[in-house]
């Protein structure tokens, strides 16, 4: 299994970024695609970006497509996601997620390990 935390959230202004990170540890974290989730009060959580095992393919929510990146150093155990021209929408907990499925899910129930979550707060 794999073990995850998520760092990096905190207050920022529109227009402003941060800079998510997502340490892993338990067994062969290179076999396993990744994911970043969001939650914000009231709401299912949602997919948002996510990353093969071998980093040569993504995904992204349509709603932070050109703005968010999503990458992965597989020999320093670490998931991150840039997020760029941030605004208000942005606003909620994200999570970290693993996956050992053949494919990169968008979907909660495609992931079998998560993070605590880090809350992210975007204000006006």
């Known amino acids: 299994q794999v073990q995850l935390v998520e760092s990096g959230g905190g207050l920022v202004k529109t227009g402003g970024s941060l800079r998510l990170s997502c340490a892993a540890s338990?067994?062969?974290?290179?076999?396993?695609?990744m994911g970043w989730f969001r939650q914000a009060p009231g709401k299912e959580r949602e997919f948002v970006a996510g990353?093969?095992?071998?980093?040569?393919?993504?995904r992204y929510a349509d709603s932070v497509k050109d703005r968010f990146a999503i990458s992965r150093d597989n020999a320093k155990n670490t998931v991150y996601l840039q997020m760029n021209s941030l605004i208000p929408e942005d606003t909620a907990v994200y999570y970290c997620?693993?996956?050992?499925?053949?494919?990169?899910?968008?979907?909660?129930?495609?992931?079998?390990?998560w993070g605590q979550g880090t809350q992210v707060t975007v204000s006006s």
């Open positions: 997620a693993a996956n050992s499925g053949a494919v990169v899910s968008t979907t909660v129930k495609g992931y079998d390990y």
């Open positions: 338990g067994r062969t974290f290179s076999s396993y695609n």
């Open positions: 990353i093969k095992w071998s980093g040569r393919s993504t």
